[in-house]
């Protein structure tokens, strides 16, 4: 019964890097890139890698503008992507709690 649980949870959030990313935009309306590189201490290439993936799944959609003359690229979450971290985390609470 364990494994049926644990196999629930998405693998695309799952991942260390992805469910950082992700549970950091859940908290917030919109995060720069710099600001999710410094907070997950993840390198340009490494955060654009899973930015990619996520936003492939229609998970998170990226902004680029420019602010200045300086490119700003802002990452969050859609709505698809609250459903699914959502879930994650009820998916989540169910199995600490035993269910």
Not at 14 to 30: F, N, P, Q, T, W
Not at 31 to 47: C, H, P, R, V
Request: net charge positive.
């Amino acid at each position: 019964m364990e494994a049926t649980r644990v196999s629930r949870l998405n693998p695309l959030i799952h991942e260390r890097a992805r469910l950082g990313i992700v549970s950091a935009l859940a908290a917030r309306e919109a995060t720069s890139f710099a600001e999710l590189k410094a907070l997950l201490d993840m390198t340009d290439g490494n955060l654009s890698v899973h930015l990619r993936v996520l936003e492939e799944a229609g998970y998170l959609a990226v902004d680029k503008a420019f602010v200045g003359r300086k490119p700003r690229t802002t990452a969050r979450l859609t709505r698809k992507g609250r459903l699914a971290f959502g879930h994650y985390v009820e998916v989540l609470g169910e199995i600490v709690k035993g269910r």
